[in-house]
């Protein structure tokens, strides 16, 4: 069994959940606020003690890993970069428990892709929904990540290609496809998507910001999207993906027929959306899939490019 698989199957399987650093009264608060019908809870006091359990376990797959920042020192950080990018682990989502909201532990983790954060003390409640916010996405990056492997040639004489995307679904598969061609397939396939989501979702369906956290609070996103998509107004509308081919990187234009909005607010951690259900597939890919990017015309269209 491959180490994408998880130990136990089916629609009601419980998410598993593998903390790190957390003392003996937070592993009880812990305990307590996490539905245990839902939640199957692995702690470790160390990293080092995390990662030989996941390279001891491969049957199992981790939904989040919570981690204090008590457990990551120097050293520490550069372990998990170094971790997350040699296994599986690498699309897990990461949540970082800090003491303070302005804890220098807050930046390093972005730089190593740690975008979810609870600050102490924190209710159940919020717990909850910092959880819920890490698990929303995963699951679409690691069908990304299934998908490259079907994309078994990507022709070498390509130059130039234009795609008109109107679905999630051709979203999804677009993304693979082109970033097949790349030197980091699963980094430029969840950049690739994120952006081709935002533009679908907010451009082209015109899905704000507060109506997409009302949506996914409810579990009614998709049904949205597909209500939307099939409006006399929007049939016509279309993404367009441009690939061109340079000396020395990928360049993808991304374009919707939105009127743009105020991107700066997404480029870069924003505290105040930490625990949002959503708003990170730009900082996503600025920070981790991208080597340049760049809006223009007010937000509708971004550039983005890959070093070869």
């Known amino acids: 069994m491959s180490a994408l698989k998880k130990t136990v199957g089916g629609p009601f399987s419980k ?3 593998l903390i790190v650093g957390c003392n003996t009264e937070r592993q009880a608060q812990l305990q307590t606020a996490l539905n245990k019908e839902i939640y199957l809870l692995t702690f470790c006091a160390t990293l080092s003690q995390a990662i030989l359990k996941v390279n001891n376990s491969p049957i199992v797959q981790y939904d989040v890993f919570l981690i204090d920042e008590s457990a990551l020192n120097e050293d520490e950080f550069a372990k998990l970069k170094s971790f997350r990018e040699s296994s599986y682990f690498g699309l897990i ?30 209710n159940s409640e919020l717990l909850n929904k910092a959880i819920l916010s890490a698990t929303q996405d995963p699951s679409n990056h690691q069908e990304i990540s299934r998908r490259l492997a079907n994309f078994d040639i990507a022709h070498p004489l390509l130059q130039k290609a234009v795609f008109h995307i109107q679905t999630v679904a051709e979203a999804h598969a677009i993304a693979s496809v082109l970033a097949y061609m790349t030197p980091d397939q699963k980094r430029t396939a969840i950049g690739l998507f994120e952006l081709i989501l935002n533009s679908i979702e907010h451009g082209n369906l015109g899905i704000g910001y507060k109506l997409k956290s009302q949506l996914i609070k409810n579990s009614k996103l998709q049904i949205e999207i597909t209500r939307r998509l099939s409006l006399e107004e929007n049939r016509d509308k279309f993404v367009t993906v441009t690939l061109e081919r340079k000396t020395d990187f990928f360049e993808f234009t991304i374009s919707d027929n939105g009127a743009g909005f105020n991107y700066t607010n997404f480029l870069d951690f924003e505290e105040d959306r930490a625990t949002d259900s959503h708003g990170r597939g730009i900082m996503i890919a600025n920070r981790l899939s991208f080597d340049f990017l760049e809006y223009r015309d007010s937000g509708s269209t971004v550039i983005c490019r890959v070093n070869t």
């Open 15 to 17: 998410k598993q959940l």
């Open 93 to 122: 989502p990461l949540i970082l428990q800090v003491n303070n909201p302005q804890s220098d532990a807050i930046q390093k983790g972005i730089d190593i892709g740690m975008y979810f954060y609870l600050t102490s003390p924190f």
